[in-house]
């Protein structure tokens, strides 16, 4: 069997860009991420609120 694949620059996918979470080249079947598991990392900091999301609508006195 073939040690390397073949060089087909013509019609070649672009060069997949690095995993956010942890740089490995991503996936195409779970992009941005190189892995579902990534994917959920990813997940579990917006909702930990990690990521703060800008103009959220916040009322401290809204509460039943
Ligand atoms: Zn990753």
């Given at each position: 069997?073939?040690?390397k694949p073949p060089e087909d620059a013509d019609g070649a996918?672009?060069?997949a860009k690095p995993c956010p979470v942890c740089?490995?080249?991503a996936?195409?079947?779970?992009?941005?991420?190189?892995?579902?598991?990534?994917?959920?990392v990813d997940l579990n900091r917006w909702l930990s609120g990690t990521y703060v999301i800008p103009g959220?609508?916040?009322?401290?006195?809204?509460a039943e």
């Open positions: 069997m073939l040690a996918k672009p060069p740089g490995k080249p996936d195409p079947a779970t992009l941005p991420f190189c892995s579902k598991r990534c994917r959920d959220r609508p916040t009322d401290p006195e809204d």
